[in-house]
């Protein structure tokens, strides 16, 4: 029982303000070198958003090309319709997958809010290894470089996905983008060994695992697969580089190779990756719904156990990739047996954050328009993954726009909602500014309005036969690409309203209180902005993250 | 020097034994992600020689085991001597053990050494027979088929390893230049700990590698 | 919803094969599947988001409920057992595409970048057009000559994937005569959304072994050249109107003296052109990296005079 409003037992959200860490040391030696994980986490967000933004225009250069075919029925040229030669409409696309695979969605949830987060959720000053958490960031940096030069100098035609042996022996700079990604694996894999040492370390007293907020429970999963399958893909791309510079051999047929030896190493990280992508913003998803319901999450050990099931089971599912790939189909049934396993706990959070909002109080803010789009958008791309892993119907809708668009379904329509969820979330907190409530909801609208337009049709082409990574496409596709261009129009838009009033808020939003939003974990018991070591004294923890009090109470009492 | 200089816990730390359980779990954690990147090669090592067996068994056999021997017991002489490091650091009172912690780390630098050396000669060797990997094969003495896939695993593992041998080198060598400065006495020796640990996995991996490429 | 026909559904092509009715099926299932939870989320979610609106500032939730033994075995073993249904369901029709049937009639399949070559039991070579008996089951037996393609018919629901350095298959059956689209989906380059092929579904009978190949008589050499130089995917490469491509230009080509990478010249004449077509990297032309691949076994002689004449007619 508690009279304060967070888990904490004294509340500073509400002291006089102190300086922040964001005016604490000034300068750009200051930010360079720091090794605060707040500073670092906005770094980590600018970076990401930035690589957001290339990865989104790469995007827009290919819904252009596919606006029209470029041949009409009789196979006269169509005017306008070819924009680019098939070359670099294949980097364009290859482009778009690497810098949204490798900059934007693997790191950015933990980076650019984790490590602003993490720490002060658990009552800790930092993350355990402060210095390692800026080398990430450095690395993180290397490596984007190294992929800009790649796409600048020979550029890179093969999919983010590498396949052998078009890429042993393709011309362009693949060797350089393979050793980026190899770079930025690095980077993953610290973050990681960071955040697990802290949730077991640096927990504030009192804060047991069952008192920790479902979002730590989500980066520490996703913490775990970091950690063990990024080794994997370093090992990958170090392979087929090694094919490429000395023709070892292991992947070309031609040299006594296997090239579905190169997709089983490829998926086994890979598959594992995209729950790196997604957990995080489940993560975020338990944070909304709870503060913007005032509630009690629904089922807290079932959404924390099925985040690590997730990690474990991911590990197991790599060759529903390959049903068509030439593996055995024993193989194949194995690992569609542990596909449908591994949706088990997804709809189990789903239910859990439907079932959270029932008799609470509920508010639209926007982060918690992001929350409810994420609802309606990650069911549907988890729903239609139940498609794609029976065998029978994956045969037909394999390397087909279907696959194309669940995929943006989970990643786009869960990750990156679930990301400017928790942006729009913790921007007080990371900032001490308000931004326009009225632009950010039109924004939220926007961004889903479009994200349906552009990929809904994408499900149709795809299960009538419209295979993916076409520069050009038969006439009886032209409709839905038609509707899928317009849609980005409208994704654009929303997204440049989206820079221009977060950048306005840096200057003039309104300061933000201590705790906007009336939320319960740790990270509103202190000033908007923290002070540089996020707390004076460790609080300690006397109740759970979401002991939100019942109506009538006054903040007294809890069920 | 026969003194210590006392380490300042960091700020983000309640006291000492946080920090030094927090740098155990660390290693650890980088240690599995070492396996990891290990046991692609493993697997690759695993499918290339269930597809080529009698190649295998013709290309294997060109390896010098006595030379590969010599170097495991190098090795494992070398996790000896960094494990007397650690305990050493452990039981420095004042600094009375500076000098033989750094000397035991300066010893096991020395087997490292030593251990690269042998491999030098097999290396060359190798290249002088045009035992090479993929398109730069080109010897002769093997009758079957793609043999240039056995050494392309073989480089890559070795060569692989190697590299964490000399990453390992530096790391000691830090290590062994403070110890001399007296930053290493029994409250705080987290540096030899954690170095110690790394240097113990690559042991270890070799000792995996050796009966896999050499025996059989 | 998609039902059983030939002229295809919302979501899916012509059911123009023997199993795409159990593919659409099961697709059907699932889709249903799709539709009602998603109806129950997202209704549920607005219902709730509506009846629970917070009015004011100072307004709570009206219960607690931190857990429901009942409701969340439900709702995990509920779905669990739905979705052991569907992988049942979709590991049998896999099993059915995966065995072809007996007695198949079997065609060889050529995937290189970017086009598509069939031979059939008669020994006819035919590129871009694969023809095949209705219904008969027909057994693809697949390589690739340089990288990953796959062999894809929406209106048959098959597809896999040609592996270098291994033979792949897959079958179907034909229901009834009709054309019906070829896709490549595994990228493969550059060409990839032109590696396009027709399946040509006729009426045969049993002791069908292939169609007839070879000029046609009322069609002149160089129509047939012409036709040939799209169907084995020279136009990929080789342009006709004097750009340069992967390959040189077939305009003016014929009588030229060309320079060679390996240094010297060499007329473009006959010869040239048949050697260029069997053996490509023979006499590489300067400028041009190589990398064309043989033609030998797939095009004959009548094809070379064809192409020739063709050539000849590019001035």
């Avoid at chain 1, 982060?367 to 609802?375: G, K, S």
């Amino acid at each position: 029982m508690s009279l304060t409003t967070t888990q904490a037992t004294v509340d500073h959200a509400n002291d006089p303000p102190e300086t922040n860490y964001l005016r604490a040391k000034s300068g750009l030696r200051s930010w360079l070198l720091t090794v605060d994980h707040k500073r670092i986490g906005v770094m980590y967000l600018f970076t990401v958003f930035a690589a957001f933004l290339l990865g989104g225009f790469f995007a827009s250069m290919v819904r252009w090309e596919l606006f029209s075919p470029n041949y009409d029925e009789l196979g006269v040229a169509i005017e306008g319709g070819k924009i680019f030669e098939g070359d670099t409409y294949n980097r364009l696309f290859t482009l778009h997958g690497l810098v949204m695979v490798f900059l934007v969605i693997i790191p950015g949830i933990p980076a650019a809010l984790g490590n602003f987060v993490l720490p002060l959720q658990l009552g800790a000053k930092d993350v355990a290894f402060p210095k390692l958490n800026l080398a990430s960031y450095y690395i993180y940096i290397v490596g984007t470089v190294m992929a800009l030069w790649a796409a600048i100098a020979g550029g890179v035609d093969t999919g983010w996905t590498f396949y052998t042996p078009y890429s042993s022996g393709v011309d362009g700079s693949v060797v350089m983008m393979v050793m980026a990604a190899f770079v930025l694996g690095f980077s993953s894999i610290f973050t990681g060994m960071n955040f697990i040492v802290t949730v077991h370390k640096m927990r504030a007293p009192g804060m047991t695992w069952e008192r920790m907020p479902l979002f730590i429970w989500a980066i520490y999963a996703t913490a775990i697969i970091q950690v063990m399958a990024t080794p994997v893909l370093a090992i990958t791309l170090l392979l087929l580089a090694m094919e490429r510079v000395l023709g070892v051999g292991i992947f070309d047929p031609a040299l006594g190779g296997d090239p579905v030896l190169f997709q089983h190493f490829f998926w086994f990280y890979s598959h594992p990756a995209v729950y790196i992508m997604i957990l995080p913003g489940m993560g975020v998803m338990s944070e909304l719904v709870t503060t913007f319901a005032r509630k009690q999450i629904f089922g807290y050990r079932a959404v924390a156990i099925s985040s690590l099931a997730i990690a474990v089971i991911s590990f197991l599912v790599w060759g529903h990739h390959m049903f068509v790939s030439g593996q055995s189909v024993y193989a194949g049934v194995i690992f569609s047996a542990l596909t449908f396993l591994v949706a088990v706990p997804s709809a189990i959070k789903v239910i859990n954050w439907t079932t959270t909002l029932y008799k609470g109080s509920i508010s639209l803010d926007t982060p918690m328009l992001y929350a409810l789009a994420f609802l309606v958008l990650f069911t549907i791309g988890g729903l239609t993954g139940l498609f794609l892993g029976a065998l029978g119907i994956d045969v037909h809708l394999h390397d087909t726009y279907f696959v194309v668009a669940h995929f943006h379904y989970v990643m786009m329509g869960g990750t990156i909602i679930a990301f400017f969820g928790g942006v729009h979330y913790w921007w007080p907190k990371m900032f001490g500014r308000m931004y326009s409530a009225f632009w950010s909801k039109v924004t939220a609208w926007l961004v889903f309005i479009g994200f349906n337009v552009t990929f809904f049709p994408q499900f149709i082409m795809g299960s009538r036969g419209m295979p993916r990574r076409y520069h050009d496409y038969l006439p009886e596709f032209a409709e839905f690409h038609r509707w899928s261009s317009y849609g980005v129009v409208i994704l654009g838009v929303g997204i440049l309203i989206m820079v221009v009033y977060l950048l306005h808020s840096l200057f003039k939003g309104a300061p933000a209180p201590g705790n906007p939003w009336g939320a319960r974990t740790l990270e509103w018991s202190v000033q908007s902005p923290p002070i540089e070591h996020n707390f004076h004294e460790i609080p300690t923890v006397v109740e759970g993250p979401y002991d939100y009090p019942l109506a009538g109470d006054g903040g007294a009492t809890k069920a | 020097m026969s003194t210590i200089v006392k380490h300042h816990v960091a700020h983000h730390f309640y006291d000492r034994h946080q920090e030094s359980a927090s740098a155990k779990m660390g290693i650890w954690l980088f240690l599995v992600t070492e396996v990891l990147l290990f046991s692609g090669l493993f697997v690759a090592y695993t499918v290339i020689k269930a597809l080529n067996p009698e190649m295998w068994k013709e290309a294997s056999a060109t390896l010098n085991t006595t030379l590969g021997a010599v170097n495991t017991v190098v090795l494992i002489a070398s996790s000896l001597t960094v494990a007397l490091a650690v305990r050493a650091a452990q039981t420095n009172q004042h600094g009375e053990k500076n000098k033989q912690i750094a000397g035991l780390l300066f010893v096991t630098i020395l087997f490292a050494g030593t251990f690269l050396v042998v491999k030098y000669f097999e290396y060359s060797h190798k290249f002088h027979e045009g035992m090479l990997p993929g398109t730069h094969y080109a010897f002769d003495g093997i009758a079957s088929n793609n043999a240039h896939l056995f050494f392309g695993v073989y480089f890559l593992m070795t060569g692989l390893h190697g590299i964490h041998v000399v990453l390992g080198m530096g790391l000691l060598t830090w290590v062994m230049i403070r110890s001399l400065k007296g930053h290493f006495y029994k409250d705080y020796y987290t540096p030899v700990e954690v170095g110690g640990l790394y240097w113990h996995l690559v042991d270890l991996i070799w000792i995996y590698l050796f009966p896999l490429l050499y025996l059989v | 919803m998609a039902s059983g026909n030939d002229t295809g559904s919302f979501w899916m092509p012509p059911q123009a094969s023997t199993v795409a009715a159990d593919v659409d099926g099961l697709y059907n299932f699932v889709l249903w599947l799709n539709i009602i939870f998603f109806v129950l989320i997202t209704a549920g979610t607005v219902w709730l988001v509506i009846r629970y609106r917070r009015r004011s500032n100072d307004q709570y939730a009206t219960a607690q409920i931190a857990h429901s033994t009942w409701f969340e075995a439900l709702w995990t073993f509920g779905p669990l057992a739905l979705l052991v249904i569907v992988f049942v369901w979709g590991t049998r029709v896999f099993m059915d595409l995966a065995v072809a049937p007996e007695g198949a009639y079997t065609v060889q399949v050529q995937a290189k970048k970017w086009s598509w070559t069939f031979t059939h039991p008669n020994g006819a070579v035919v590129p871009g057009e694969l023809e095949v008996p209705a219904g008969r089951p027909v057994r693809l037996v697949m390589a690739s000559q340089d990288v990953l393609h796959s062999f894809f018919v929406p209106d048959f629901r098959v597809k896999q994937d040609v592996v270098p350095g291994r033979l792949t298959s897959l079958w179907f059956e034909a229901k009834a005569p009709g054309e019906h689209q070829i896709f490549c989906t595994e990228y493969c380059g550059k060409d990839h959304s032109r590696m396009l092929a027709k399946v040509k579904v006729i009426a045969a009978d049993v002791d069908y072994r292939g169609p007839q190949t070879g000029k046609p008589a009322e069609v002149s050499l160089e129509d047939w050249g012409k036709q040939l130089y799209t169907k084995f995917g020279c136009n990929a490469c080789h342009s006709v109107d004097g750009a340069k491509g992967v390959g040189p230009s077939f305009k003016g080509l014929y009588g030229k003296q060309e320079s060679l990478a390996s240094g010297g010249t060499v007329l473009v004449d006959e010869n040239y052109i048949m050697e260029s077509i069997y053996d490509p990297n023979a006499k590489l032309v300067a400028g041009f990296a190589g990398g064309m691949p043989t033609f030998k076994g797939q095009i004959d002689s009548e094809g070379i005079q064809s192409i020739i004449a063709f050539i000849k007619t590019l001035k």
